[in-house]
Every structure is written in structure tokens, then in C-alpha cells.
């Protein structure tokens, strides 16, 4: 059990999580909770509103795209990823 140092809520320091951070390199345990995490994660994220380039749809993603390269919504982008 750890306690998380934005909340203070108590939590678990999974086995898989143990096996991740050694995996890693990691040499310090999460300070923060699952929920924490998620959260900081999302503050630091800059969304940005793109038509995708194959099906026209309006979507957002999480950086800001570059004019010289295509940016596709979820659905094309693992059409192509996966073919």
C-alpha cells in the first residue's frame, strides 16, 4: 500500500505494476494514485480540432498537428495502421 501525495488516498502497488517499473528501469515507486495520474496526464494535454484527411470527418487529437503531414480520426488511423 502507498499513499498518494496529491489526495492521500491509500493504494495499490500492483504486482504487474511492480513488474512494469522494473521492466522500466523505474527506480522510484508511483507517488500518485491511479486516478491522480490520470488526471495530470490529462491537464498537460493540448486537444486540438482536425478535419481527418481521408473521411472528412471533424475529431479532436491530442497535439498540435503539423501543415505538411495528414491527420486521420481514430477510425482511419487503425484502418491504416492495420493495413
Request: hydrophobic letters at 30%.
Amino acid at each position: 500500500m502507498l499513499v498518494c501525495k496529491e489526495c492521500g488516498a491509500e493504494f495499490i502497488f500492483t504486482a504487474g505494476e511492480q513488474e512494469f517499473y522494473a521492466e522500466k528501469g523505474f527506480a522510484n515507486e508511483p507517488a500518485r494514485c491511479r486516478e491522480c495520474r490520470r488526471q495530470r496526464k490529462q491537464r498537460g494535454r493540448v486537444m486540438s480540432e482536425v478535419v481527418c484527411a481521408n473521411c472528412g470527418v471533424t475529431t479532436q487529437v491530442p497535439f498540435t498537428p503539423s501543415q505538411d503531414r495528414p491527420v486521420y480520426c481514430k477510425a482511419c488511423y487503425d484502418m491504416i495502421k492495420a493495413g
